[in-house]
Each structure stands twice: as structure tokens, then as C-alpha cells.
């Protein structure tokens, strides 16, 4: 599977920004699907992950109550909807499927990265 992030931008702390992942290939659907960031000088880090049928969903401490993980399986599509943004959310937000968790080594999928710069 092939996978494109959008949707970045610049945004003012407290503004909001939906990140889009769109995805080639047919099987989609049936990968678990992340989202991770990664500051300039710090390494990748984990923020969200849904599973294929969307039942099961996880967040970062950092992000919880702030971003929501979905995606749109007929679309082939998955989302991040991120609210309430602070200058340390700025990084560059990757989409991943075929891992299970936190750890992005077991993603065997990656889409290109989208740049969030938030602003204070």
C-alpha cells in the first residue's frame, strides 16, 4: 500500500488542522493505521493509531483530548483531526500503516510527511 499525507500548514496556537492520509492499493482496509511526528533534532515519536475496523484506538499523552484518529475505509482515507494546537505539536506528521501499536518500527508502511508549524 502507497500512502500520502496532507494537509499541514501554518497555524496559530489554539487553531485547528485536519491531516489526511490517502492510500493506494485495495487492502487498506484491512491495516491498522498510525500517525506519528517528528520535531527537528528528536526523533519520530508516536501520536495516534486506529485499528482496520476502527474499534480499537490509541493516543499519545501528549495529544489526548486534543486530536482524534478516523479514517474512511471505503475512501481508503484516514484522518487527523488536531484542535486546541500548541507550538510543540510543530513537526513533520507522518501516516503509517501494518503496525499494531506505539512503536513505529513495526509499521512497514509510510507515507512522505506533512509539515505543522504552530505558531505562538
Known amino acids: 500500500v502507497q500512502l500520502q499525507a496532507s494537509g499541514g500548514g501554518l497555524v496559530q496556537a489554539g487553531g485547528s488542522l485536519r491531516l489526511s492520509c490517502a492510500a493506494s492499493?485495495?487492502?487498506?482496509?484491512?491495516?491498522?493505521m498510525g500517525w506519528f511526528r517528528q520535531a527537528p533534532g528528536k526523533e519520530r515519536e508516536f501520536v495516534a493509531h486506529?485499528?482496520?475496523?476502527?474499534?480499537?484506538?490509541d493516543y499519545a499523552d501528549s495529544v489526548k483530548g486534543r486530536f482524534t484518529i478516523s479514517r474512511d475505509n471505503a475512501k481508503n482515507t484516514g484522518y487527523l483531526q488536531m484542535n486546541s494546537l500548541k507550538p510543540e505539536d510543530t513537526a513533520v506528521y507522518f501516516c503509517?500503516?501494518?503496525?499494531?501499536?506505539?512503536?513505529?518500527?513495526?509499521?512497514?508502511?509510510w507515507g512522505q510527511g506533512t509539515l505543522v508549524t504552530v505558531s505562538s
Open positions: 503509517a500503516a501494518g503496525g499494531r501499536g506505539r512503536d513505529p518500527r513495526d509499521y512497514g508502511y
Open positions: 492499493g485495495r487492502t487498506f482496509s484491512t491495516y491498522n
Open positions: 486506529v485499528s482496520w475496523s476502527r474499534s480499537i484506538t
